[in-house]
Each structure stands twice: as structure tokens, then as C-alpha cells.
Nanobody
Framework: QVQLVESGGGLVQAGGSLRLSCAAS????????MGWYRQSPGKQRELVAR???????RYADSVQGRFTISRDNAKNTVYLQMNSLRPEDTAVYYC??????????WGQGTQVTVSS
């Protein structure tokens, strides 16, 4: 079983920064695309950012220029650097990985709360 574990969430004031991490553990797997999604109460889960195996990145318009996604393939870890945080960024952030030949996996989520 491959598991994804997120960390780095917390409470921050508007304008502040947080760095989220997501580490994949297990054996016998490789990963293509990794990404971050978020969900707040009453809303659909939405894509925040993703990065494919070639390093191509995509961001939601709402976070473009403020967030940066990166990955360390040797550690099977993806990061999300979040700067200039806004109250509307408050959500549970979920890590996702597309495992080659094995489908997708979700992390358990980490809470990010931005106070005004």
C-alpha cells in the first residue's frame, strides 16, 4: 500500500507564509504527476497546483504568483510554498499523486487557516 502524508499546515495571519509537504511511502511504485488540492466547507475540491514528471507546473488562477509547487523525486516528496496568504486560502489541503500503473492516491489532508 502506498500512502501520502501531508504536513505543514497551521494558522497564519493574512500576508504570511506556510510551506506544505507531502511524502509518499511504500515500495514498488513510481510517480508521474503530483499535486495539491484544497476544499473548504460547502465547496468542491479544487486544484491548487500540480507538477508532472517533466517539471511542468500548473496553478489555479487564484494562487498564480503567490504559490510555488516543487518536488524532490529522490524523497518522493512534493512541496507547496504559499506566500501572501489570504483568508480565502483557508481550506483543508490535500496531496495527490498519480502512481504509474497503479492509479491515484490521496493524502489525509492538512488544515490551513488564514486569519484576517
Amino acid at each position: 500500500q502506498v500512502q501520502l502524508v501531508e504536513s505543514g499546515g497551521g494558522l497564519v495571519q493574512a500576508g504570511g507564509s506556510l510551506r506544505l509537504s507531502c511524502a509518499a511511502s511504500g515500495s514498488g511504485f513510481s510517480i508521474n504527476t503530483m499535486g495539491w488540492y484544497r476544499q473548504s466547507p460547502g465547496k468542491q475540491r479544487e486544484l491548487v497546483a500540480r507538477i508532472d514528471g517533466d517539471g511542468y507546473k500548473r496553478y489555479a488562477d487564484s494562487v498564480q504568483g503567490r504559490f510555488t509547487i516543487s518536488r524532490d523525486n529522490a524523497k518522493n516528496t512534493v512541496y507547496l510554498q504559499m506566500n501572501s496568504l489570504r483568508p480565502e486560502d483557508t481550506a483543508v489541503y490535500y496531496c495527490h499523486a498519480d502512481l504509474i500503473f497503479r492509479g491515484g492516491r490521496w493524502g489525509q489532508g492538512t488544515q490551513v487557516t488564514v486569519s484576517s
